[in-house]
């Protein structure tokens, strides 16, 4: 990567269990990209503006997705409007003041993964009111899904079944090349190679917006 004007980027890794996102975010921690980005920060799922408590899950390893059943509708709708409240208020002063920084804002999964896989989320309200909301939280730079056949998906985690991946892999590449600033990436080849196209789509986005 080589230098452009210093703004950074912001983007979001999707895709089921066992796509490589772990492993994928790792390296691009490693590189660091000094010659471009100040940094690389990285943020689960949401901004997490509250205060933790012991029943916020969002940061722990999730071993069982589909173990718990779904929220009533009346919880998931005060869940969704948390989820609005935390990404809206957290872009302006956790994500922001990140990119005014030449930060290269890294989250692992985003609000849209509900929409692929309410179960996860133990989302239990109607998914048009969950679509409608997420039209109007700040969305990423690029939304990057890491994309494989579900048997090679299935080959690295089983934490739901081969029916529910091969699913989600096909409701999760309908969901991005449907967006504008979607990127698809094929996870089924050396992590060195996925990272490198990673890097590109973030240097493309970065120089065709003179950032």
Request: aromatic share 10%; glycine share 6%; charged share 25%.
């Amino acid at each position: 990567m080589n230098n452009t004007k210093k703004n950074g980027v912001w983007i979001a890794m999707l895709g089921p269990d066992g796509c490589g996102k772990t492993s994928v975010i790792e390296q691009l921690l490693l590189r660091h990209h000094k010659n471009t980005f100040s940094g690389v920060d990285v943020i689960h799922l949401r901004p997490h503006l509250s205060l933790k408590c012991k029943h916020d899950k969002d940061n722990a390893v999730v071993e069982d997705p589909h173990g718990k059943k779904a929220r009533n509708k009346v919880s998931s709708f005060l869940k969704i409007l948390y989820f609005f409240f935390d990404y809206t208020a957290g872009y302006f002063i956790k994500v922001r003041p990140l990119l005014k920084r030449n930060k290269l804002v890294i989250f692992d999964r985003y609000y849209m993964d509900m929409l692929v896989d309410p179960r996860r989320y133990r989302y239990g309200g109607p998914m048009w009111f969950a679509r409608f909301v997420g039209e109007f939280i700040p969305k990423p730079n690029l939304i990057i899904l890491l994309n494989a056949p579900a048997d090679i998906i299935q080959s690295r985690k089983q934490e739901v079944s081969f029916e529910e991946t091969t699913r989600q892999t096909k409701a999760y590449l309908k969901l991005v090349q449907g967006m504008k600033h979607g990127v698809v990436i094929n996870s089924d080849q050396s992590i060195n190679k996925v990272v490198s196209d990673i890097e590109n789509s973030v240097m493309t986005y970065k120089v065709q917006k003179g950032r």
